[in-house]
């Protein structure tokens, strides 16, 4: 079955750094991936969709200058929180799937972000 | 009104007993409808995931979904103690390609 790697599962970094977060899909193909935030308590919320070889669609709300996402080959999304602050910890997830979403996307382990 | 609409819980079963589940949405046009698992600290892990008015059956759970009134419910039969977690409902919408987007979710409590 699918496998999404997601890497690091948590970090903590000092206010005012930038951190990388990786999301691989490690026996397919993933043109698209997507990543989420959730805060505790509450649900995912998707952050942006990730496209290969172009740029990705932010939603709304979400600053594009500050989750950088770069998804340069099939297997490989990177999501760099730059300029971090507390108000940015959360789980954040990606997720993708091997058949353009019809029977359901799989999600990667997540990554704890601790922003001190 | 939310876009797809849980009820937080606690939901509170015996076990062995049958545990159901309720997500209601707003876009009548919405086309793909999924259920998934979230225990405490973990990423999602997809259930079941229905598209035809009607039950499917996999295992010990039941999707149901019933579009003119607009709902989708997960069953679990004969609950067990693994099975607490916190079920969260995502469907794509109409128009919306493949995107999801998630309900709060329910948290399911199965007590020995």
């Known amino acids: 079955g699918a496998v999404v790697s997601q890497h690091p599962s948590r970090v903590i970094c000092k206010s005012g750094t930038s951190v990388k977060i990786e999301c691989r899909s490690l026996d397919f193909q993933a043109t698209t991936m997507f990543w989420y935030r959730q805060f505790p308590k509450q649900s995912l919320m998707l952050m942006a969709t990730s496209n290969e070889g172009s740029k990705a669609t932010y939603e709304q709300g979400v600053e594009k200058d500050k989750f950088l996402i770069n998804h340069a080959s099939l297997t490989l999304s990177t999501l760099t929180v730059t300029s971090a602050h507390p108000e940015d910890s959360s789980f954040y997830i990606c997720?993708?799937?091997?058949?353009?979403?019809?029977?359901?996307?799989?999600f990667g382990s997540g990554t704890r972000l601790t922003v001190v | 009104q939310k876009e797809v609409e849980q009820n937080s819980g606690p939901l509170s079963v015996p076990e062995g007993a049958i545990a159901s589940l309720n997500c209601t949405y707003s876009?009548?046009?919405?086309?793909?409808f999924f259920w998934y698992r979230q225990y405490s600290g973990k990423s999602p892990e997809l259930i079941m995931f229905?598209?035809?008015?009607g039950d499917k059956e996999d295992g010990r759970f039941t999707a149901q979904l019933n579009k003119a009134s607009q709902y989708v419910s997960l069953l679990i039969r004969d609950s067990q103690p693994s099975d607490s977690a916190t079920y969260l409902c995502?469907?794509?919408?109409?128009?919306?390609?493949?995107?999801?987007?998630f309900g709060t979710g329910t948290q399911l409590k199965v007590e020995l």
């Open positions: 995502a469907l794509t919408p109409a128009g919306g390609g493949n995107k999801l987007t």
């Open positions: 997720s993708a799937s091997t058949t353009g979403g019809i029977y359901g996307y799989t």
């Open positions: 876009d009548r046009g919405s086309q793909s």
């Open positions: 229905i598209y035809s008015n």
